[in-house]
Structures are given as C-alpha cells and as structure tokens.
C-alpha cells in the first residue's frame, strides 16, 4: 500500500523533472508572468543548457524535442494539442503535428498475460500461434501478429501494463499546472488550459478503451461494406475485450510512400481525389468519420486488380468524430456558402447556428468572412485548402465570441490530414471541384421531400400518441398569451445554449402547434366520417388537412 503523502512526493518529483527540461531546452519563457517564474530563475543556474545547434531550433521544434524527452503521454499530449489550431500558434501546431508515437515496447511475455487475462483464457486455448515480437508499439499499445484455430490470420491490440495509472497521474499534474496557468497567465483567456486538458483526459480515456475502438472500427465496416473506396478490416468480437483487441490482418502501402505507389503501379490522382471523397461522404452521410488519419492509419491496397480503381484501407479506430445534426447542416452549408463565395450565407449560418451570440452585426461578419476567403480565390485552385479557409474563418469568429464545439475541432484536424495526404499524393489536386459535387449531392438526398417524409413516418407514432392532448396544451398556451401569464421554465444549461433568436423561435412554435392542431383536425374529420369525395376510403379533405398538419410540423422539425 501506497504512503498517503508518496503520491504528493511523486507529483512534486515529476514537476520538478518538467521545469529542469523546460529550461534546458529554453522553454521556461512559457511560464513567464506565472507563480512558477521566480522558481524557475532560481533554478536555471543549476540546470545545463541545451546544445547551441538545439537552441538555434524553433520554439516549435524545441518544445517537440521537450515532449519526447518526458515521455510517451506527453508525445499523445502534443500530439493532441496539434488539432487545437485554434488555440496554438501556427508554428507550433505544424511541428507538434511531427511527433511520432512510436516508444518501446514491452515484453511480449507480459503482453501474452495481459491477453489470456484479458479474455478470461489460456493463449493456446485462443490462438494456434501467438508472436511475442511486437510488429509495432506506441504510447498507449502494441500490436502482436497472431493466428487463429481456424487458420485466419489476425493482429492483436494489447494496452500497456499500469498505463491507466501512468495516465491519472500525468493527467493530475496537467490539470494542476492548467489551473496555475488559468489563474496566473495574463492570457488564459485565450490559452484556455483547461478546457484543453479537459479534451485530452477526454481522447486518451476513449483510446484505453479497446472494445470502444472494436465498435467504432464495427460501425465504419457496416457504413463501407462491399465499397470499391474504403476497406475496414473486421474485429472478432470473439477475442476482444477492454485491455486486448483482435482483429483481421490486412496488408497494404501507408499512404504517404509515393515511391511504393509508383512501384505498385497505383494511379495517385484517382487515389487522391477518392481519399477526399471519402472523408466527405463520412461527414455528411455518415455522420462518423475517422479522425486520426494520418498516413500510419490510412493505407492503400495494393491489389494489382486496383491500379486503376485503387481502394483505401482504414486502421486505428481509438479516435472517430461525431457532429450534432445541426453542426452538421450547418457546417455543410458553409462549405457550400465558401463555395459559392457567399459571405453573407457565411455570416448567416454562423450565427443562425449558435456558433455566435445574435448580438453580433451580421453586415461585420461578412466583411470579416470575405477578408478572410477572398484572398484564397486569387490563387490556383490546386493552391486552395478548405480546412486552412476553415480554420482563419473560426479564428476570425473569436474575436466576436465564437463558441466552437470539440468536434469541429477535430473535423478541422481531419480535414487537415485528408488535404496533406490528398496533395501529397496529387500537387495538383484541385479539392474544391471533388468535395462540392459530393456535397451537393449528399445535400440533395439528405434534404429530399423522400427522406422528410420518412422521417416523418418515424415519429408519426410519437404525434399520435400526444395529439389527444393537443387541443388542450394549445388553449392553454394561447390563454397564456392573451393574458400575459406565460411563463419560460429553462434549465442553466438550456441558458448556455440558447442563442437563436426569438422571433425564430415564435415561428417554429407557431408552425408547430398550427400543425398539430390541423392532424387533430383531421383525426376528428375522418372519426366523424364527414362526406364528400373519398380516397382510398378517406375523405378528401381529411387527406388534405392531415397533409397541411404535416407539412407544418414539418417545416418545424427541419427548422430546429
């Protein structure tokens, strides 16, 4: 058993290793104007410098060096403060994007224990084989070559030994320098130390998870099955667990081997323009997009039959991204707007989405919309990235308090990665001519009058059920309102997220009980079996008010 005040000491010992290699690597300016200061100068004549070639280096490429120095959770760390471009300066986020999660690994005795206590039996009663040679290992897990009873060939995910506590106490020491820095830093405003630890303990509890990353991976199979563009390899559901996941081998080129692809003879351009359609249709059909891919997680497959028509192969599933349907809508429309070089739509959206407070002069945020984009359009289109346009239009937006979601961070992070890698593949690739006709056509189909009424169809039980109480609620409203007695019940956190306009939402009310007040119309119209011409033995004009009934309550729904 631990000594109650061990962990203190513990703490205390980490901290001081910090501020040693902060200092040697010329990093201390960071904490200037912060309690830990005056500690730090006290101690800079007792700590060796950095090499002068090292001191010579970038404050980005310094603080890289500083984070593989201290260890595996604080290279996930920078590498998760990379996708906060809102947050970290350019330079810096570029080089922290150069941090590589490969550390070294651990005994592959003890990993074999960790897997039979893992699923609960013997390696031999799980595998014919079991390779104890790590074919890969990183910060949070390691990767075993195995085979199973009936001959599949398969690799086994294996979290590390005590990585769980290694991370709580990292993640403590975070949490504690973000509330110096919050309470001291002249600009913790805008550093935002918490909310930034607060992502990071977020991110690395979902990749300590393996069986999450196993439904993620089930999830994104289901969405590509028998797709000529995205392979994702199965799980066997069988031989995974929390701490242990198995899945199908595949084989295949990292993305970013030009000199492989050429030798394989892969058609780069159709590879590239595929790797960005893809990306969009997880976004904007799917709504569950691979967030963490980068070369290492996006192979390519090397089947001669697919030179032409070559066909992504996906990894790594510990990170996947999620919009609400709203951001969704939202997001797609401003990528339209950019399109079309819309500025005012641009405006528009981000505050009709509550992105901004509707305070905020809309005629101002289009002229900051177009100071931003409208340099981008002078340039050649292969030129032209739409996560760099993205990012300065948030950036642009904070200065008339833009309240952005983690998600739309890390969709900006993505799309980052999916540019670099589609570029990288093809220079000349003109993202703009691939993405908007999968917009578009995602746009279509998502918005039809068919897919309405299907959602429609799904909540009619739902209307049914409530619409005997419907005349009842709407006199009482509207009594309400005749008589000023109206009154708004609202929770603190429907407060924080209550930034649409009033006048919206009179309307969708309006809409709404309008809507409901002709189906129950209708229900009493076809109840009393009121005459006139029939259609399929319905009266005409109870089809026609239960139609208006629900076309308004759907203009409602879709107004949301």
Not at 188 to 210: F, G, H, N, Q, S
Request: glycine fraction near 6%; proline fraction near 6%.
């Amino acid at each position: 058993m631990m000594w109650p005040g061990m962990k203190t000491v513990r703490a205390a010992l980490r901290a001081n290793k910090i501020g040693r290699v902060l200092i040697r690597y010329r990093l201390d300016a960071l904490l200037d104007g912060t309690p830990a200061e005056p500690w730090l100068k006290l101690a800079r004549p007792f700590v060796p410098r950095a090499r002068d070639d090292i001191a010579a280096l970038s404050r980005g490429a310094r603080l890289r060096m500083v984070l593989q120095e201290l260890g595996p959770i604080f290279v996930k760390f920078g590498q998760i403060l990379s996708t906060r471009r809102d947050l970290v300066p350019p330079d810096v986020a570029e080089e922290l994007t150069l941090l590589q999660d490969r550390v070294k690994p651990f005994a592959g005795d003890t990993a074999l224990q960790i897997v039979e206590k893992a699923l609960g039996m013997p390696i031999d009663a799980a595998f014919a084989s079991f390779d104890t040679t790590p074919l890969a290992s990183a910060s949070i897990a390691q990767v075993h070559a195995a085979t199973l009873h009936d001959g599949r060939q398969v690799v086994v995910k294996v979290l590390r030994p005590e990585i769980e506590a290694q991370i709580a106490g990292d993640i403590a020491l975070l949490k504690s320098g973000a509330a110096l820095v919050d309470y001291a830093h002249p600009s913790a405003d805008k550093i935002r130390p918490k909310e930034i630890v607060a992502e990071i303990e977020t991110t690395l509890a979902a990749e300590l998870d393996l069986q999450r990353e196993g439904a993620n991976a089930s999830v994104m199979r289901r969405f590509w099955k028998d797709s000529p563009d995205l392979y994702v390899p199965e799980i066997i559901w069988t031989h995974t667990a929390e701490r242990a996941l198995t899945m199908e081998r595949v084989h295949g080129i990292p993305s970013d081997d030009v000199a492989a692809l050429d030798a394989a003879g892969i058609d780069r351009k159709a590879l590239a323009a595929k790797g960005v359609r893809v990306f969009y249709t997880q976004v904007f059909r799917d709504n569950f997009f691979h967030a963490d891919a980068h070369a290492g997680n996006i192979w390519v497959d090397p089947d001669p039959a697919r030179k032409t028509n070559p066909r992504f192969i996906a990894l790594d599933f510990g990170i996947v991204g999620q919009l609400s349907q709203q951001d969704q809508y939202y997001l797609a429309e401003n990528f339209m707007a950019i399109f079309n070089k819309d500025y005012r739509r641009i405006a528009e959206l981000h505050v009709e989405a509550g992105w901004m407070p509707a305070h905020v002069r809309i005629d101002e945020l289009e002229a900051a919309a177009r100071a931003v984009c409208e340099p981008y359009f002078t340039r050649p289109l292969s030129e032209i990235s739409l996560a760099q346009v993205l990012i300065k239009l948030f950036r642009t937006a904070q200065r008339y308090e833009l309240t952005l979601q983690p998600q739309l961070i890390l969709l900006q992070k993505t799309l980052l990665n999916i540019e670099g890698v589609g570029r990288q593949l093809d220079p000349q690739l003109d993202i703009w001519a691939v993405a908007k006709p999968v917009l578009e056509r995602i746009l279509i189909e998502r918005y039809s009058p068919k897919r309405a009424f299907e959602e429609l169809r799904k909540r009619l039980p739902e209307i049914l059920t409530h619409a005997p109480d419907m005349p009842r609620l709407v006199h009482s409203w509207l009594k309400q309102q005749v008589e000023g007695q109206h009154e708004l019940a609202m929770r603190s956190k429907d407060l924080a997220d209550l930034n649409v306009t009033l006048q919206r939402l009179q309307r969708r009310v309006v809409t709404a009980i309008a809507g409901a007040g002709l189906l129950v119309v209708a229900a009493v119209l076809h109840a009393f079996g009121v005459g006139g011409p029939v259609l399929f033995h319905v009266p005409l004009w109870t089809w026609f008010t239960g139609a208006l009934g629900s076309l308004a309550l759907l203009s409602a729904w879709l107004r949301r």
